[in-house]
């Protein structure tokens, strides 16, 4: 059985800083590409970054650029969002999801496993 859990998220002011955590378990971590999504309150789920099963490739939403690094540690089975300069609209459940064919994708439609995601609210 498949989980991806997500951890790290909370209320915290802007300009601050919190790293996500996203543990799998239930699969061969390594050949997977990994994808953080976000979907704020009215709003559908968005693309915030990706990485591929080696970590040599990462992409980014542009309005997360500059501020947040995706990495993995492939022996935790562990992937990773750093979010700095946080502001109001990062708020969102942010949720992590696994992408079989290894490279990553910005699509959510590509991703075969979920997470059931974290709060991170950004007060102003």
């Known amino acids: 059985q498949v989980q991806l859990v997500e951890s790290g998220g909370g209320l915290v002011q802007a300009g601050g800083s919190l790293r996500l955590s996203c543990a799998a378990s239930?699969?061969?971590?390594?050949?997977?590409?990994m994808g953080w999504f976000r979907q704020a309150p009215g709003k559908e789920r968005e693309f915030v970054s990706t990485?591929?099963?080696?970590?040599?490739?990462?992409d980014y939403a542009d309005s997360v650029k500059g501020r947040f690094t995706i990495s993995r540690d492939n022996a935790k089975n562990t992937v990773y969002l750093q979010m700095n300069s946080l502001k109001p609209e990062d708020t969102a459940v942010y949720y992590c999801?696994?992408?079989?064919?290894?490279?990553?994708?910005?699509?959510?439609?590509?991703?075969?496993?979920w997470g059931q995601g974290t709060q991170v609210t950004v007060s102003s």
């Open positions: 999801a696994a992408h079989l064919v290894g490279w990553g994708s910005t699509n959510d439609g590509e991703y075969d496993y």
């Open positions: 239930g699969l061969t971590f390594s050949r997977y590409g």
């Open positions: 990485i591929s099963w080696t970590g040599g490739r990462t």
